[in-house]
């Protein structure tokens, strides 16, 4: 059984949920975010929760289960609060600002690395701080440029120089032993 997928999504007073057949639209305060469902699963709203639920006990039903039920959280949660990741910049030289809505990031390479972000997504710099904060209300979209500015420098095992996320542990090597 799916402990996750049996745990009804409750619905806040200022957002609404509707359901048409497989596709599921949720409209809050920060927005609207709609997705399509597999068409073996339903969804259901009964008493400002939505209720999923699976046909039968077969692992892929199982699996759709959980996953179709956070999925649904995730939007509720997105359009409500909203979404947001930090990124920490360590290392000499290293910065990132906002220039015309893009991220500007030197990074020790030999040209600046641009990244205008998608739609939706709003990303800000404390220079003093050397923090980039990326905000949205889809926790997929979050993820995925968080993700990519992180791929920019990875925080290298020596120095720990490099982007990570903040309260991320890097862990570091021992340097070369002189010999004896």
């Known amino acids: 059984m799916s402990r996750v997928g049996n745990k009804p999504v409750p619905?806040?007073?200022q957002t609404k949920v509707e359901i048409n057949g497989s596709s599921i639209a949720v409209t809050g305060p920060k927005g609207t975010l709609a997705r399509d469902i597999h068409p073996d699963i339903t969804a259901t709203i009964e008493n400002q929760?939505?209720?999923?639920?699976?046909?039968?006990?077969?692992?892929?039903?199982?699996?759709?289960h959980g996953l179709t039920r956070a999925l649904i959280n995730n939007m509720v949660v997105g359009v409500t609060e909203g979404y947001t990741r930090e990124l920490q910049i360590i290392g000499i030289g290293y910065r990132a600002e906002i220039m015309?809505?893009?991220?500007?990031?030197?990074?020790?390479?030999?040209?600046?690395?641009?990244?205008?972000?998608?739609d939706g997504v709003t990303i800000t710099v404390q220079p003093k701080e050397n923090k980039i904060s990326?905000?949205?209300?889809?926790?997929?979209?979050?993820?995925?440029?968080?993700?990519?500015?992180?791929?920019?420098?990875?925080?290298?095992?020596y120095k720990g120089k490099g982007i990570r996320y903040v309260g991320e542990s890097?862990?570091?090597?021992?340097?070369?032993?002189?010999g004896a």
């Open 170 to 178: 890097v862990r570091t090597k021992a340097g070369k032993k002189a």
């Open 11 to 13: 619905i806040p007073e």
């Open 100 to 118: 015309e809505k893009a991220l500007v990031l030197n990074l020790g390479y030999s040209h600046p690395i641009v990244l205008v972000p998608p």
């Open 49 to 64: 929760q939505v209720i999923v639920t699976r046909p039968s006990d077969q692992k892929k039903h199982r699996a759709l």
């Open 134 to 157: 990326v905000q949205s209300i889809d926790k997929e979209l979050v993820g995925d440029v968080a993700a990519k500015i992180r791929s920019f420098r990875k925080p290298e095992p």
